[in-house]
Nanobody, 115 residues
């Protein structure tokens, strides 16, 4: 089993920045693919960014150039640096781990971008 705990969400003005963190515990290995998803009210959950065990990354078109995913294998933590935030980035952000064919989810953290 893998447990994921997100932190770092909050309220920020348009153009501002936030950094989300996701700490993994349990039977977690650095080769897992880690990702951030988000879900806004009335919308489906969507992939925001992903980083593989080999550190390959990819991003949703809507966040390219503004968001950066990274990880610290020693701390078993994945980060999402979000810059130049827009109101349409408002959502609950979820951490995901894909390991040995199993998907694990965190509880989510709210990000609100508003004047």
């Amino acid at each position: 089993q893998v447990q994921l705990v997100e932190s770092g969400g909050g309220l920020v003005q348009p153009g501002g920045s936030l950094r989300l963190s996701c700490a993994a515990s349990g039977r977690f290995f650095s080769l897992a693919t880690m990702a951030w998803y988000r879900q806004a009210p009335g919308n489906e959950r969507e992939l925001v960014a992903k980083i593989t065990g080999g550190d390959s990354t990819n991003y949703a078109d809507s966040v390219k150039g503004r968001f950066t995913i990274s990880k610290d294998n020693v701390k078993k933590t994945v980060y999402l640096q979000m810059d130049r935030l827009k109101p349409e980035d408002t959502a609950v952000y979820y951490c995901n781990a894909l390991q040995f064919g199993h998907n694990y989810w965190g509880q989510g953290t709210q990000v609100t971008v508003s004047p």
